[in-house]
């Protein structure tokens, strides 16, 4: 166990780095966070900082020198780096994992190994185009970039076999070509497991989106018992697939006939698992920094129905905040704002956590929230 007072580090100074630090220091740890971005947000709340690429070897070894333990808040850091630091301190999630999970290749071929059902797909291995054969069944299809994608970037739809072979002209990286499925519905769940193997899952939630991006999330998803075990049983296995140690979240579509597919990992805490914070015993971020430190696991009890809605850039004018009066006012909504500088359409700049008697009570109320901060704005 690595107790109190140690330094833990975290790779990423978003804003799950941010929350990963509060929550590391509530609990009487010192933080070291590394990011390239000088306003990235997470150094407002470190004991240390280092300004920095994640693939420099100074920045490794100063990392490797000061902290106990290392974890990370998002897929891209590189996993060699990470293979690195794992020679001479404890890192969760492994290089191994978030080697996976940062290649979408590699993600989709090792679900589909391991009998995880995932929407159909091909590879385009630097950029050679599969025969028509193999494309046409997956059209209309969402081509997504093997790596670095998030928020719907790095993804494009494609109608045909002509505008796929148009696409790919002159490009040379590699994709992955995945049929669209007619969606009833997307959920995610985010689970803890320590290195003994022990898992803790929080309940499944039920998200919507806007343009690829994560609008609002509500829990416990409106779906039945048995759905809702199975959604949970895969997760648990696919972590027990991965031998994974620290906080893992998988997506998942639901289709036609209550058809369920993977849709992606994260190596990290989710934007859909932040209601943890507000509305259970303990936060994904707690049970990060709990791997991380080898403590035992934490309850993933809900303590009250709750939904989430995401706060974009877009609701930002010349870097002011949207009017939050409303939201500030309301007897049941928490407000996060992440400290980013710039706003960008998009970019994830805050959230608030909404309780009410039912889930879809909540999520209803995130709705009109988020649906008067747009009006608002517009009139503005
Ligand atoms: P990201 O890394 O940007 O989250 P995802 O693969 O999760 O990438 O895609 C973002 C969103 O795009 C999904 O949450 C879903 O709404 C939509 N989407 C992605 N793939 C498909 C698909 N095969 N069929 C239908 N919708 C999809
Ligand atoms: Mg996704």
């Known amino acids: 166990m690595i107790l109190p007072g140690a330094v833990l580090g975290v790779l990423g100074g978003g804003q799950l780095g941010l929350m990963f630090s509060l929550a590391a220091r509530r609990m009487g740890y010192r933080i070291m966070v590394v990011d390239p971005d000088p306003d990235a947000p997470a150094f407002a709340v470190s004991d240390r900082r280092i300004v920095g690429s994640y693939a420099d070897p100074d920045v490794l070894s100063e990392v490797a020198r000061s902290c106990e333990a290392v974890t990370t808040e998002f897929e891209n850091v590189p996993a060699p780096s990470l293979a690195f630091l794992e020679k001479i301190r404890t890192v969760r999630p ?13 993600e989709k071929t090792f679900l589909r190994d391991q009998g995880f059902e995932t929407a159909p797909f091909a590879v385009l291995l630097d950029g050679k185009l599969p025969s028509p054969d193999i494309l046409r069944p997956l059209l ?94 895969v997760a648990r296995e696919i972590a027990e697939r991965l031998d994974y140690k620290g906080v893992l979240s998988v997506e998942f579509f639901l289709a036609e006939g209550d058809r369920l597919y993977v849709n992606e990992l994260a190596p990290r805490p989710h934007n859909s698992g932040h209601y943890t914070i507000d509305a259970c015993v303990a936060s994904q971020f707690d049970q990060q920094v709990r791997v991380l430190a080898g403590l035992p696991l934490a309850s993933t009890r809900l303590l009250s129905p709750c939904a989430m809605g995401n706060l974009l850039g877009d609701l930002w004018q010349d870097r002011s905040p949207p009017p939050l009066r409303t939201l500030l006012k309301h007897p049941s909504a928490k407000l996060y704002l992440y400290g980013k500088k710039v706003p960008r359409t998009g970019r994830k700049m805050g959230h608030f956590t909404v309780l009410a008697g039912s889930a879809s009570e909540a999520s209803q109320k995130a709705r009109s929230l988020l649906d008067s901060l747009s009006s608002s704005c517009e009139g503005r």
């Open 94 to 106: 492994s290089s191994r994992s978030v080697g996976t999970c940062q290649d979408r290749i590699l």
């Open 140 to 233: 209309p299809g969402i081509l997504k970039s093997s790596r670095e994608g998030y928020d719907g970037k790095g993804q494009w739809g494609i109608g045909s076999i002509e505008e796929m072979a148009r696409f790919m002209e002159g490009r040379t990286g590699s994709y992955v070509l995945e049929r669209k499925l007619d969606l009833k519905g997307e959920f995610s769940v985010v689970l803890a497991r320590d290195q003994n193997g022990e898992t803790a899952l929080y309940p499944v939630a039920e998200n919507i989106h806007a343009s690829g991006i994560l609008h609002v999330s509500a829990v416990p998803a409106d779906i039945s018992g048995s759905l809702s075990e199975r959604i949970s049983s």
